[in-house]
């Protein structure tokens, strides 16, 4: 998972004069862990010299990841045509050689009738997207103030949730971020936070060096895992360079927390191997399916291989979205395998010292 410091760029002739090695050199200076480029708007390009058909990306991955820097790709979408907007990420993403790929979707998604759009670019995305690739979502600060927004279709298939707190116009970003991450952490699918600030002129508004600190250390504080800003040419270019220089200066070191239980179980099934999968539960663990109920290691061993073997042969398999905390879990998943595809998967877990001590799951194979 993304951590630490990031900007986002827009265009990249604007940065540094389009010098990808100076951007590089720029961005290891100030601290930055990753560069979020704009890769693609609609089911069109972006950052790409028409006129000469010369692709501008290409060259800052490499100048950034010969820096130790994460190139990370980002997308405006609307909508229009959620197929063809899917298959533009993916292989935009995937020429590119991106660690992850962030969803921009604003405004055309927030109205009613858009929640079946949403779902087919998130199933088209998720079909193509190379194995691997983190997929997050940048929106909304506050889901309240956007109930048409089809939050559920967008985050139950996303690994992260990057939501834009820009303090425009006020001074409070710290109120406004924790406000941000207490409403998102009550929604379900409840998906690792990270956030966007504001690093840009609004008028004759601008951020203040407090703000910037303030708004970093409250991340901090809330364990949000990362922190971007909006955007490179405008904060280097725009805003009084001791803007740039407070977050250069700002030593980010929240450490990711534990995977969740339901990420382990997930990447234990990604194993294919049913002792790591059963070391995950207790001796006498009751494990429950529509079709029986198995108690004891020995049993669901024989069960995990079966499955394995027979039902989802060398399957891929990805968490959607998990709920609860202390000793419960609900969590839902998917899978595709040689054999079929499991969208439906729903499972419980009941804890015991970190151990899985109950499990109830119920997922249907489609052939």
């Not at 490179?232 to 009084?240: C, E, K, S």
């Not at 002792?275 to 669901?300: E, F, P």
């Not at 000793?327 to 499991?342: D, I, L």
Request: aromatic share 14%.
């Amino acid at each position: 998972m993304i951590t630490g410091k990031g900007m986002f760029i827009w265009k990249i002739p604007r940065c540094e004069g389009g010098d990808p090695q100076k951007i590089a050199n720029v961005a290891a200076e100030a601290g930055l862990s990753h560069v979020v480029v704009k890769i693609a708007d609609g089911t069109n390009k972006y950052n790409y010299d028409w006129a000469h058909h010369r692709d501008l990306i290409p060259p800052l991955v490499e100048a950034l990841q010969a820096k130790g820097i994460t190139a990370w790709g980002w997308h405006y979408i609307y909508g229009r045509d959620p197929v063809g907007e899917a298959r533009t990420a993916a292989q935009r993403t995937q020429q590119l050689g991106l660690t992850g790929y962030v969803i921009d979707a604003e405004m055309e998604f927030d109205r009613s009738g858009m929640a079946d759009k949403a779902k087919t670019f998130m199933n088209t995305l998720r079909a193509n997207m190379p194995n691997g690739v983190l997929i997050g979502l940048s929106s909304f600060r506050y889901p309240s103030y956007h109930p048409a927004f089809p939050w559920d279709e967008f985050l139950s298939r996303c690994d992260f949730n990057m939501p834009q707190v820009y303090w425009v116009t006020a001074h409070n970003p710290g109120a406004q971020l924790q406000r941000s991450v207490r409403e998102f952490r009550a929604m379900y699918p409840n998906k690792p936070m990270l956030a966007v600030g504001s690093a840009y002129r609004y008028g004759t508004w601008e951020p203040t060096v407090h703000d910037m600190n303030e708004f970093m250390q409250t991340a901090m504080d809330l364990g949000v895992l990362a922190v971007n800003f909006w955007e490179w040419h405008w904060t280097r270019d725009t805003l009084p360079p001791q803007i740039w220089q407070a977050i250069a200066n700002f030593q980010w070191n929240v450490s990711p927390p534990p995977p969740d239980i339901t990420e382990t179980y997930i990447n234990a099934l990604n194993s294919h191997n049913p002792d790591q999968v059963v070391s995950l539960y207790t001796d006498r663990a009751v494990h429950v399916t529509a079709a029986r109920t198995i108690t004891g290691k020995a049993a669901i061993r024989s069960w995990y291989t079966t499955f394995f073997q027979q039902l989802l042969p060398n399957a891929s398999f990805t968490l959607t979205g998990y709920s609860g905390r202390g000793n419960s879990r609900h969590f839902t998943w998917e899978a595709t395998s040689s054999a079929g595809t499991v969208r439906n998967g729903n499972d419980v877990f009941g804890l015991l010292d970190g151990k899985i001590a109950y499990h109830y799951t119920f997922f249907t194979i489609e052939r």
